[in-house]
C-alpha cells in the first residue's frame, strides 16, 4: 500500500498564529488526496479533497479562507490553520487513495494540533 | 445522505476470546468498505478493504464480511490478544476516488 507521512506530528501554537501541516505521498503518485479532522471521541470528518494542480473542494462548514489547501505537485499537499484559535485544537488526519480503481485509502501518521 | 454506525461503542474481553464488531450502513450503494484500527493518539492502520462485489476478506485472525443489501459489516477477531486493544473504525467508500465515511469506533480492550 501507499505510504504516507506528515509533518509535524505536534503543534503547539498561540492564538493568532498559522500552522503549516504537510501531507506528502512518499512512494506514490497522488493526484488526490484528503483531509480530516477528529476531535477526541469522535470519529474523522472530511474537511476537504485535494487534488493536484487545482482548487481544493472543501467540506460544507469548513472555511476554505480558514483552512488554505495546497496541492502543487502529485506527492505533496499542504493545510494551513490561519489565524487558529483554540477551537481548532484538534488532530489532522491526510490520507491518499492507492491503486486505480480500488478506492483503498492510506492514511498519515496524523497531526495533533493544540491552540493555546 | 450516508452515515455509518457501528456497535458496540466499547467492548472488554479476556484475552483468547472470539469477537465480532459491527457496522451498518444507511445506503446500500456503497463502492467498498474498509476496517482500520487506530491507537491512541496516532494514525490509521487499514486492516481490510472489502470491494463491493465481495462477501468477505480474511488476513490472519481477521475476518470482515459484506451484506450489502442489509447494509452491515462484521469484523471478526479470533483468539484475541492484548495487542488487540485499539479503536476499530469502519469507513465506506461511495465511488473511485472519493473520500471515506465514518463511523465512530468501537474501542476494544482485550485484558490479560
Known amino acids: 500500500g501507499a505510504v504516507v507521512s506528515q509533518h509535524p506530528s505536534w503543534v503547539i501554537c498561540k492564538s493568532g498564529t498559522s500552522v503549516k501541516i504537510e501531507c506528502r505521498s512518499l512512494?506514490?503518485?497522488?493526484?488526490?488526496m484528503f483531509w480530516y479532522r477528529q476531535f477526541p471521541k469522535q470519529s474523522l470528518m472530511l474537511m476537504a479533497t485535494?487534488?493536484?494542480?487545482?482548487?481544493?473542494?472543501?467540506e460544507q462548514g469548513v472555511e476554505k479562507d480558514k483552512f488554505l489547501i495546497n496541492h502543487a505537485s502529485l506527492t505533496l499537499s499542504t493545510l494551513t490553520v490561519t489565524s487558529a484559535h483554540p477551537e481548532d485544537s484538534s488532530f489532522y488526519i491526510c490520507?491518499?487513495?492507492?491503486?486505480?480503481?480500488?478506492?483503498?485509502?492510506?492514511f498519515g501518521p496524523g497531526t495533533r494540533l493544540t491552540v493555546l | 445522505k450516508q452515515e455509518v454506525t457501528q456497535i458496540p461503542a466499547a467492548l472488554s474481553v479476556p484475552e483468547g476470546e472470539n469477537l465480532v464488531l459491527n457496522c451498518s450502513f444507511t445506503d446500500s450503494a456503497i463502492y467498498n468498505l474498509q476496517w482500520f484500527r487506530q491507537d491512541p493518539g496516532k494514525g490509521l492502520t487499514s486492516l481490510l478493504l472489502?470491494?463491493?462485489?465481495?462477501r468477505e476478506q480474511t488476513s490472519g485472525r481477521l475476518n470482515a464480511s459484506l451484506d450489502k443489501s442489509s447494509g452491515r459489516s462484521t469484523l471478526y477477531i479470533a483468539a484475541s490478544q492484548p495487542g488487540d486493544s485499539a479503536t476499530y473504525l469502519c469507513?465506506?467508500?461511495?465511488?473511485?476516488?472519493?473520500?471515506?465515511?465514518f463511523g465512530k469506533g468501537t474501542t476494544l480492550s482485550v485484558s490479560s
Open positions: 512512494d506514490f503518485q497522488a493526484t488526490t
Open positions: 469507513a465506506v467508500g461511495v465511488g473511485a476516488g472519493t473520500a471515506l465515511i
Open positions: 472489502i470491494q463491493s462485489s465481495q
Open positions: 490520507s491518499v487513495s492507492g491503486r486505480a480503481g480500488y478506492n483503498e485509502q492510506f
Open positions: 485535494s487534488n493536484e494542480g487545482s482548487k481544493a473542494t472543501y
